[in-house]
């Protein structure tokens, strides 16, 4: 997104233009020390955003990319489940076809259109800013399913609310992500579930009314991503930084920070060219960048493992998240696009019951007791991830979850309660209905609570240890 003119409100940034330093001048008003310790905070604060819009970019800018889905603006419906081909987001749900929109809100806002859906089936549209928090849903918890228009502003929008519209919804960035998800309760209802993405619908506001177009907004030279890998690494990471920032007015909660951002050259309208650092500057870009996945790596070997932080606490809104940095980026880093816990949770598997990291070399046991399964209102699952990329896992069967539409198949145990086994090879044909395959190596396993009920939001119910088998 290059820099252009603002349409309807100034950027935050623009209201401080001292703050307009170039790598050149912050290198002899920075000490390398400084530098470092500001890249650090830097990092950990655009870690989420850069991923992101590597991932939309691949969505919705990259034509040439496999997984390129289509134009923004426009809805583009994912009639299956995802597979271990599918590789541009990592930990995907593979219970509920997707439909993916990019919205850009530069030119007017967007309404969309929800069709009726019938009561016992889940559906979510989940609202991602380039913040990547999820400000807003719409779908079976958040406005029920009676179908309805809703119309998604961007930053500088100031109007009333159209006739037609049940809901005016804010956002603080001018381009976001919706991801629908829709219910599929078996292989045989699929067909159901095109019908209802069938009926999802995105239109300009002036096209809903009825009215003239305004001017569309001046057409935007994307940036070129990084990888995932040298997203780590590589400084150019604060150049991608910068050019999402145009489109992010500053939160006044944030004008200080983006000051302190700025003495590196890092915020909206700054220069970040990393070939014309001095070689001691580029060292400690560097080493600050390395000191983020540290302190993120302390992270969750003192909190997450350990379940002191859960998905519960990392995914949400500015306000629910209390601009707390580093939980964003963990979010991002585990399963970015994650759900509030109002909409989802995520109890995640990282450790065994002894507290070692999973893997498939050994073999685990999940038990439930009768009557302790996971309390939602629409459905649950435990998916299987391979690390260190954290997408699904191929396997001969071609299961990558176990979920609760599936519970008919499942054999129960003596008692009445449920025990599933996760490992590499079969368990045997008496127990393969609920083996969950593991790859050969390290794993991480996460079960997602759809729509949880207060048992779960208040940690009443626990989701049981993994215990590895004899």
Known sequence: MTTITRRGFVCGIALIPALRFTVARAQTSVTPEE?????????????????????????????????????????????RVYTPADTAIQTPNSDTPYSWLGLDLRTEPMVLTVPVIEKERYFSVQLIDAYTFNFDYLGSRATGNDGGNFLVAGPGW?????????????SETEFIWAAYRTQLFNPDDLDNVKKVQAGYKAEPLSKFLGQPAPAAAPAVDFIKTLTPKEE??????????????????????????????????????QTFDASKLSPEMKTSIEQGMADAWAELANLEKQKIDTGEVTSGDVFGTREYLKNNYLYRMAGAVLGIG?????????????????????????QYALHFTPGQLPPVNAFWSLTMYELPQSLLVANPINRYLLNSP?????????????????????????KEP?????????????????????????????????????
Not at 352 to 360: S, Y
Not at 416 to 423: A, K
Request: charged share 25%; hydrophobic share 35%.
């Open 406 to 430: 599936m519970l008919p198949q499942f054999v129960k145990d003596a008692d009445g309660g449920l025990t599933f086994y996760i490992q590499n090879e079969s368990p045997g044909k008496d």
């Open 158 to 170: 100031k109007g009333e609310t159209p006739k037609g519209v049940k809901k005016v919804i804010h």
């Open 338 to 362: 994650g759900n509030s816990k109002q909409e989802a949770m995520y109890p995640v598997y990282a450790v065994d019951a002894e507290g070692k990291k999973l893997d498939g070399a050994n």
């Open 434 to 470: 609920n083996w969950l395959p593991a790859p050969k190596g390290p794993f991480i396993a996460f079960m997602r609570l759809y729509w949880p009920k207060e048992a779960a939001l208040d940690g009443t119910w626990k989701h049981p240890p993994m215990k590895r088998s004899a």
């Open 35 to 79: 530098a470092r310790a500001i890249a650090k905070e830097a990092y950990i604060y655009g870690f989420p955003m850069v991923d992101s819009y590597r991932i939309q970019h691949a969505y919705f800018v990259d034509t040439k990319n496999p997984e390129y889905k289509g134009p923004w603006n426009q809805i583009i419906n994912t009639p």
């Open 232 to 269: 780590r690494t590589s400084p150019e990471f604060f150049s991608i930084l910068n050019f999402i920032l145009q489109y992010c007015p500053t939160d006044p909660s944030e004008t200080e920070l983006m000051a302190r951002f700025a003495r590196i050259g890092v915020g909206a309208g």
